[in-house]
């Protein structure tokens, strides 16, 4: 936790739950990975978060932005990112989002099919485009599954129609997976789209660009390599598949800009044995899956804990949240303990909670309102 956020939390004592999100950390954030990647452009996932205050410093700080439906586009023009520093990342839009987009002024989308290959062609014509490769995600925390992305093979193909059909055949892109831990699955999946360069170059068709997506990890309770060992290591692989004349090269991070710049301030609702000597006491927070932490699904992610108390004795708990939801419990499983003289009404710190967290909250279940935001 910042010092602004811990300041900010014992002057005002805002009412719970509630995410805090120190905008100074986040570009910080922002210049760590420039320091770690400066051959590539930043483009902000803005699903992580879009927040306003957010969006106004990345465009201060000449961020590109990476956007996922039309409604995102939108939110980073009125923040005054420009058209041409935006990205239509989403292998799946509707076309009133792409002519809308397109209207706008955007030129850069993704495909990874020749489905939306055509509605790009006919919607968006001239554009330049790039087409999303299916890329390990073993070593993700948060994998994407297998619903974005091709073959190389059909890449290739999709590539060299794409230019029959009057757009700009601009590059390739991947995701590891978000939360990646192992740097080797960026090394690996460079080297795929180093070979189909090659080939497409074979092929006549010479493409500028390589999107590494994002993935990059950040602290949660357990430790994580640093952001210069990434930079070290795609750098190294991108010298060894492309040699020295290098692609643009763009990285499309979330998590890593502003998910440690963000904290949830949460109220003990309730400790209990619930009757039995065995087990855990149960711990339920105002906040839970419905709240905003739907990366606790499956025990995913498991964020670090912080209360007043810490440094007493602690004994085990299961942590849930405040809806009537058995879906709605967030630990079981992590071995998660908390000091044994916390009781309802104390107050919570969820740490590294600025990414996936406001986005996620559901809209009024069980009548909870929607989790208050601070940006400071
Ligand atoms: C979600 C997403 C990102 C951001 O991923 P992080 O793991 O948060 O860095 C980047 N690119 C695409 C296409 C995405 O869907």
New binding site residues.
């Given amino acids: 936790m910042t010092p602004k956020i811990s300041q900010f939390l014992s002057q005002k004592n805002p009412s719970t739950p509630c995410l805090v999100v120190d905008i100074d950390e986040v570009e910080l954030r922002y210049r760590a990975m420039q320091a770690a990647l400066p051959a590539a452009r930043i483009y902000y996932?803005v699903?992580?978060n879009p927040a306003r205050p957010l969006l106004d410093r990345l465009v201060f700080l000449g961020s590109c932005f990476?956007a996922?439906s039309w409604e995102e586009v939108d939110l980073c023009l009125s923040a005054g990112a420009r058209p041409e520093n935006i990205s239509f990342?989403n292998t799946v839009k509707k076309v009133s989002a792409i002519k809308a987009a397109y209207d706008a002024g955007v030129r850069l989308f993704v495909f990874d099919c020749v489905e939306e290959l055509e509605k790009l062609a006919r919607f968006a014509p001239g554009s330049r485009v790039y087409c999303r490769l299916l890329v390990n995600n073993h070593g993700a925390e948060w994998p994407?599954s297998r619903k974005f992305g091709t073959t190389p093979e059909s890449a290739r193909t999709l590539m060299l129609r794409a230019r029959e059909l009057g757009l700009d055949p601009y590059g390739i892109s991947f995701?590891v997976g978000?939360?990646q831990l192992s740097a080797d699955a960026y090394e690996v999946a460079i080297a795929q789209a180093g070979s189909l360069l090659a080939d497409l170059a074979a092929d006549g068709l010479r493409l500028r660009m390589v999107n590494l997506?994002?993935?990059?990890p950040i602290q949660y309770r357990d430790d994580v390599p640093g952001i210069a060992h990434f930079g070290q290591v795609i750098s190294r692989a991108m010298k060894i598949h492309f040699g020295e004349t290098l692609p643009e090269i763009l990285v499309?991070?979330?998590?890593?800009i502003v998910g440690s710049a963000g904290v949830v301030s949460t109220e003990v609702v309730l400790v209990s044995q619930r009757g039995r000597d065995e087990g855990p006491r149960w711990v339920y927070l105002d906040i839970g899956r419905f709240g905003g932490l739907a990366e606790t699904e499956g025990e995913a992610i498991r964020y670090m804990i912080r209360t007043a108390r810490d440094g007493e004795e602690v004994s085990s708990v299961a942590l849930a949240g405040p809806t009537c939801d058995g879906a709605d419990i967030l630990y079981e499983k992590s071995c998660y303990t908390l000091p044994v003289t916390l009781e309802a009404g104390d107050r919570v710190e969820i740490l590294a909670t600025g990414?996936y967290v406001s986005t996620y909250c559901s809209t009024r279940f069980n009548g909870f309102a929607p989790l208050a935001e601070h940006y400071i």
């Fill in positions: 996932a699903k992580a990476d996922a990342g994407l995701h978000s939360q997506g994002g993935g990059f499309e991070p979330g998590r890593f990414a």
